[in-house]
């Protein structure tokens, strides 16, 4: 099985899991873990540990979603999924979005190909970045 783990620092991993769960249902694909203020890595690590603790290397494979890259979770994370052997079929992506996480769920498994799942997943993520203009409005005489 493919599964979508978020991670971040404070609650943005777990909320952005929640907004995505009312988007998509709930899942038992989707998975997530912050690192919390009180919390050390170390402390962050064993969570993450225990989270993917029945993910299986060369049954399971793992689209990691990171808020930064090289941050705590995002470096830990990595560690555990490498002491699993589960590093190297991973798929990691760091600066998660809402509509990269919702692409990532929902179109998980719909690529074999991990690098053209990578390369949907970073185009939703960067068009979900966008400037909206409001237009203005040449009717202010008739208020």
């Known amino acids: 099985m493919r599964y979508v783990v978020m991670v971040s620092h404070g609650e943005f991993a777990p909320g952005l899991h929640s907004a995505v769960k009312m988007m998509t249902g709930d899942r038992a694909d989707v998975l997530s873990t912050s690192l919390k203020a009180d919390m050390s890595a170390d402390e962050f ?3 993450f ?3 993917v603790k029945d993910l299986k290397a060369g049954e399971d494979q793992v689209i990691l979603l ?3 890259l ?3 979770p995002f470096t830990n994370a990595l560690s555990v999924l ?3 052997g589960m590093l190297a079929d991973s798929l ?4 998660m979005n ?3 996480a919702i692409t990532a769920v929902l179109m998980k498994d719909n690529f074999d190909d991990l690098s053209v799942l990578k390369d ?3 185009s939703e993520g960067k068009a979900g970045i966008t400037d909206f203009v409001v237009a203005a409005n040449d009717d202010d005489d008739d208020l």
Do not use: Q
């Not at 990691?92 to 600066?95: F, R, S, T, Y």
């Open 45 to 47: 690590a064993a969570n």
């Open 49 to 51: 540990r225990e989270l």
């Open 66 to 68: 990171a808020d930064i």
């Open 70 to 72: 090289s941050g705590s």
């Open 82 to 84: 490498d002491e699993k």
């Open 92 to 95: 990691v992506i760091a600066g």
């Open 98 to 100: 809402m509509p990269l």
């Open 120 to 122: 949907t997943l970073l």
